[in-house]
């Protein structure tokens, strides 16, 4: 079995920065591609960032040049550096990993919220 453990979220003003990690454990041997995802109240579950093991990556329009997703292969972990946050940021953060032999988990979520 495979966890993933979210922590960073939490309540900034626009403008400010957050930083993202996500932590997987359990029966891993191999980490395949990593992302992010949001949902805003009465909204869709949108891609944020993706990164495959190679290390490319993809944005949403939205975040380009404001987030960045970083990977550490070594701990198992997926980060994202969200900075100049507006409050239409605000939302539900997920983080996926795809792992072994494409076997997809979740986190729990973690609720970033960006005051005007």
């Known amino acids: 079995q495979v966890q993933l453990v979210e922590s960073g979220g939490g309540l900034v003003q626009a403008g400010g920065s957050l930083r993202l990690s996500c932590a997987a454990s359990?029966?891993?041997?191999?980490?395949?591609?990593m992302g992010w995802y949001r949902q805003a109240p009465g909204k869709q579950h949108d891609l944020v960032a993706h990164?495959?093991?190679?290390?490319?990556?993809i944005y949403a329009d939205s975040v380009k040049g404001r987030f960045t997703i970083s990977r550490d292969s070594a701990k198992n972990t997926v980060y994202l550096q969200m900075n100049s946050l507006k409050p239409e940021d605000t939302a539900v953060y997920y983080c996926?990993?795809?792992?072994?032999?494409?076997?997809?988990?979740w986190g729990q979520g973690t609720q970033v919220t960006v005051s005007s």
């Open positions: 996926n990993q795809i792992v072994n032999r494409g076997e997809s988990y």
């Open positions: 359990g029966s891993i041997w191999r980490i395949n591609d």
């Open positions: 990164i495959i093991v190679g290390g490319s990556t």
